[in-house]
């Protein structure tokens, strides 16, 4: 009987002993998902900030309607932070691409990629509406 | 001594269970405290991501107003403003990722507004062009539901004031101090241009009337140009595009200093 109690111990140590390292590993695991999910939704308010930034004086919705992309494209690369790379796409409403180059600063190396969506509605007497889709990325 | 040994080991196996149950205890009350302190991090981030789309929203209305208010500042329909804001609204409605959004909006009618526009350019030495309009923004999401009501005023006035020295004859030398507002602050012309009254109509001022036009940087101009004419009482009429395409008039009465 003493020497069945023992091996029961065994069995209940072992298996704490498992349950322990098991569950150290779950939440380690959902720790670091959850800091990369808040890394990828810093960069997203990043991005919209950057987005308003440049709306607010209506020169995003100006390069637009000129389709002066090289502009764009200098505009963003100076407003957002070094180190972040980004690609902008631009629909019109009825999600029709606008853009006729890339407007990009480099390839994306990181695996966290933020996606931002913005409407900007042009200052010009003609209104246009545009739906901006930027994919940010940490660079490596 | 054996017996001791084994007596002992049968009730510290008691124990173990109970040290047992109480790492499991700790182990169950801090992923449940892990959870929470989750759930409360996911709350803010909703927060914060609705309150970046509110942001990115007001900017949106507000340049929508712009637009309609240089539109029918250049001779638009007035109706051009609710056509715009509707515009908007739907591609808000169709795209937006938040959840369901619903952007409601009623151009200003008053005695001043008619459908949320406001053109006054007879009003002597000043001249005003403004829309104004108001939201109401409903966010009915997953994390929560948003209600929001705001007010977007986009108001371009000009100031004039002036006087005029005589040359010789009925030449004249006219001087005029202009200010540029937006939204009641300072802000930059894009084109000006100036007119004086002479045989009943209005005169345009170009080079040839040697007109000088000083920008002081702050919204703020000093214009001086030669008239020729009989009268001792000169109207002048400044036309300015502001910054935004917005267009102001203001008319001004000089006399001789």
Redesign the interface.
Known sequence: M?SQ??G??RI??AF?AA??IF?SFA?SSNLSV?QNV?KS?DL??IG??T??KL??D?SL?KYIDCGNWTALRDALSIVLPAGICFNLTVYN?QMHQVNTAVISNGGFGSQQIAFV???????????R?Y?IHLHLAVAT | MKKRQ?KF??KS?GQ??IV?AL??AI?ISS?TI?VYE?SK?ANS?DV??IS?FV???K???R??M???L??VS?G?EKN?LAA?LN??S???RS?N?LGFCQLAFTPLSDSNYDSGTWLSWNISDMGVSSAYANFTLEVYGMAMNVTLNYAVNVTSTITINGYYTRLSGDEKLVNLTCNVYNEGKPALAKNMTFFYEGLGSWVPVDPSNDLSIMDYGNGTYHISFTVSTSSNVLQVSARIYDV??IFIQANTTCYET
């Open positions: 003493k109690n023992r029961q111990i209940i140590e704490l349950l322990i569950s939440v959850r808040k939704e997203a308010s919209l900030q987005l308003v709306d607010s209506g919705g409403d969506q913005y409407i900007c509605a042009s200052q010009s007497m003609v209104f509406c739906i | 084994r080991r049968a196996s173990l269970l047992a790492a499991i182990l992923t892990y989750l991090e981030e914060s991501s970046n942001l990115a929203l900017q949106s209305t340049n929508a712009i637009s309609s240089a539109n250049n638009g051009v715009n515009r908007l739907q591609v808000f795209i990722n935004r395409d």
